[in-house]
Every structure is written in C-alpha cells, then in structure tokens.
C-alpha cells in the first residue's frame, strides 16, 4: 500500500514563506506524476502545481506562478512545494498525489493520496 505524508504547513503571515514537503512509502519510479491541490471548506480540491516523475517538467495553476515552486527528491522520494510571498487566499488543506498516469490537474485522475497539511496565512 502506498503512503504519502504530507508535512510542513502551520501559520504564517500573509508575505511569508512555507516549503511543503510529500514523503512516498513506495518507489516513487513507479508514479508518473505528483501533485499538490488545495482545498477550502465547501470548495472542491483544486490544482496547485504537479511535476513528472522523469522528466521532472513541472505545471503550475495560474494563481501560484510566480510564487511557488515544485521540486522533487528521486533520491528521498519525496516532492516539494516552496511556497513564497504568501496570501491570506492561499488558506487551505495542502494535499500531495500521485498518480501512475494521468492529467495533471485532474485530482479525479490520481491514485495516491495524503492525508493533507493545513496552511494558514493571516493577513
């Protein structure tokens, strides 16, 4: 079974900083892609940034270009979100996934998930 923990979230003031961090149980070369989305109460999970296992391409929602930063680990298996220049909308469940192929930014088409890291930004 294949575990993905999620640490690194807490408070932070809006202009801050948060680097996320996504452990895999499994060997990470068996997933083609992982993911972070968000989600905020009554909202549906959305796409914040994903990066190709291999080839380590990396996409980014429109609203985190910039200011986010996607990286992974194939050594340690773990993925990355460096989250810079924080905004109070950016309050959120963080959730790592990865999928063994997939669209990007479809959460719907994800295998693995965690069980999410919550990030508070206050203004």
């Known amino acids: 079974q294949v575990q993905l923990v999620e640490s690194g979230g807490g408070l932070v003031q809006a202009g801050g900083s948060l680097r996320l961090s996504c452990a895999a149980s499994?060997?990470?070369?068996?997933?083609?892609?992982m993911g972070w989305f968000r989600q905020t109460p009554g909202k549906e999970r959305a796409f914040v940034a994903a990066i190709k296992w291999i080839s380590g391409s990396t996409y980014y929602a429109d609203s985190v270009k910039g200011r986010f930063t996607i990286s992974r680990d194939t050594a340690k298996n773990t993925v990355a979100l460096q989250i810079n220049s924080l905004k109070p909308e950016d309050t959120a469940v963080y959730f790592c996934?990865?999928?063994?192929?997939?669209?990007?930014?479809?959460?719907?088409?994800?295998?693995?998930w965690g069980q999410g890291t919550q990030v508070t930004v206050s203004s």
């Open positions: 499994a060997r990470t070369l068996y997933f083609n892609t």
């Open positions: 996934a990865a999928c063994l192929g997939c669209s990007y930014y479809q959460s719907s088409e994800y295998n693995y």
